[in-house]
């Protein structure tokens, strides 16, 4: 007898509000149709939700930590899943973790602190914070670390674009929190802490530009195309074999009332 493998399609997307932009994110279920969805930046208490909409879309099994205003994480998915516990970075009950068992597979979704303006600890307490809490991710996945083991995916805002050309210019953005040497070390060493594949660079060759991140400040964001690869999709080295497809969606930065991010998507067969 011979097994068929089913395709397992994930997407990632910071919606900068999930209660304005609800019926956004429902258009992009109903085109796009991802069995798993995993949102960033909800800014939404779990209280206040838009289950509802989720749950008529056929997006029935929800995993949702978030707060009033700021930060905020979800996963929706129109298969079942086992919700798992999340993980306190940096001692804050903050909202910027949350994760499930799909198809036997552990999916971890991350909203990493963006880091304020100044890249020196010294003088700022974000960027410190988003330092400190990679190191957690490094040692947390690390082999001394107590993360889930097995067939693993990362996805998430995780706001570095570590490679030359993640950005629209290396050179200007050097000195920019979000492309400065000391944070593309700190996410390398969280991506090699479990050999993690980065999936947009398993396709999209080094050389080639791959935004997923425009600035609202760009009137014509898309001409100007300033932009930078913020959001990840990583996966564990057991599951490359079965890496099947990624989108990066740009065309749904351009939508009415968008997120500054375009969702991201990886197929796999399991």
Not at 55 to 69: D, I, N, P, S
Not at 160 to 179: G, M, T, Y
Request: charged share 25%; with cysteine.
């Amino acid at each position: 007898m011979t097994s068929t493998q089913s395709p397992l399609r994930v997407a990632t997307w910071n919606i900068n509000s999930v209660r304005l932009r609800e019926e956004t994110v429902l258009r992009f279920l109903r085109g796009h149709g991802p069995d798993v969805l995993c949102l960033q930046e909800t800014k939404s208490p779990d209280s206040a939700f838009p289950h509802d909409g989720f749950e008529a879309a056929g997006y029935v099994h929800r995993h949702v930590r978030g707060e009033k205003g700021y930060n905020g994480v979800a996963i929706l998915s129109r298969i079942p899943f086992e919700p798992l516990d999340h993980r306190l970075f940096c001692g804050r009950e903050d909202c910027r973790h949350v994760a499930a068992r799909v198809n036997g597979i552990t999916v971890h979704n991350f909203y990493v602190p963006a880091g304020g303006d100044v890249p020196d600890r010294e003088k700022n307490d974000k960027f410190g914070h988003k330092l400190d809490f990679l190191a957690e991710m490094r040692d947390w996945f690390g082999p001394d670390g107590d993360a889930p083991s097995g067939p693993s995916i990362l996805v998430g805002d995780l706001n570095i674009a570590p490679h030359e050309h993640d950005v629209w210019s290396h050179k200007q953005l050097l000195k920019v929190v979000s492309h400065t040497p000391v944070e593309v070390d700190a996410l390398e060493a969280v991506r090699a802490s479990r050999n993690w594949i980065d999936v947009a660079r398993h396709y999209i060759p080094p050389e080639e530009k791959a935004y997923s991140w425009w600035s609202y400040r760009s009137k014509d964001w898309s001409g100007a195309d300033k932009g930078r690869r913020l959001d990840h999709i990583w996966v564990t080295p057991d599951l490359r074999d079965g890496l099947t497809g990624y989108d990066m969606l740009r065309d749904v930065r351009g939508w009415e009332k968008p997120s500054d991010h375009a969702p991201v998507a990886v197929e796999l067969s399991v």
